[in-house]
């Protein structure tokens, strides 16, 4: 496996920071690396935290600059909450299959296709031939791909090996209580469950905002959460 996986070194435009020094000081270049697969996951399978993923994938995508292809096979996306996460549809193009292995070929020719700066594609299981094309086309367009794993009967979507760069698994968080009437901003607990040439962690974070950036709580630049408290039983 590592004998396989191309090591790059960091320079200031091949990685992409969230501009979160306690995030970005845990990964390896700073920040995410351009032109590589990343994938994320909901904590579980709940509705929830399946949307905090979504929105986690959307506010990557948003701060790269260019179109994105998000590539679906459920009809339950809200456009909406994507440009409240920084994601407009002016920039999206929509590609809709019926099932993992369409999408996956879908998404690898989008990867492949210069006109596209990210691609996101919605699959529940990827194998480690189907990642790894994934990863070695994204290496070679200098593309982005995101894989927003789905959860399906109850199996942990980012239990199986992956050649991604980086796994992340996002559960919602009680928001903070307001003192007026009002929604606040969402928080979510942030697992960085691999990385290639890093250590995994674990954060509490504000949700993505109107510009896709996460934030540190109010008053807690560097406040961690224990794994115990996010992980969830398959």
Known sequence: MRAIESVVSPSADSHLPFDVPAIDERLAGGGLARGAL???AGASAGLGDD?????FVA????RLNGQVLWVLTRHDLFAPALAQAGLPPERLIYAECRKDEDALAVAEEGVR???????VAEVSRVGMTAARRLQLAAEESHTTA???RRWRNAADPLA???AAATRWRIGCSPSQVLPVSGIARPRWT???????GGPTHHWLMEGSDEAGRLAPLSGARHRTVAPERIRVAA
């Open 38 to 40: 990343h994938e994320a």
């Open 51 to 55: 949307a905090a993923a979504t929105l």
């Open 59 to 62: 506010g990557i995508a948003a």
């Open 113 to 119: 296709h210069k006109g596209i700066c990210v691609v």
């Open 146 to 148: 995101l894989l927003l």
């Open 160 to 162: 199986a090996p992956s």
């Open 190 to 196: 942030v697992e960085l469950v691999r990385q290639r």
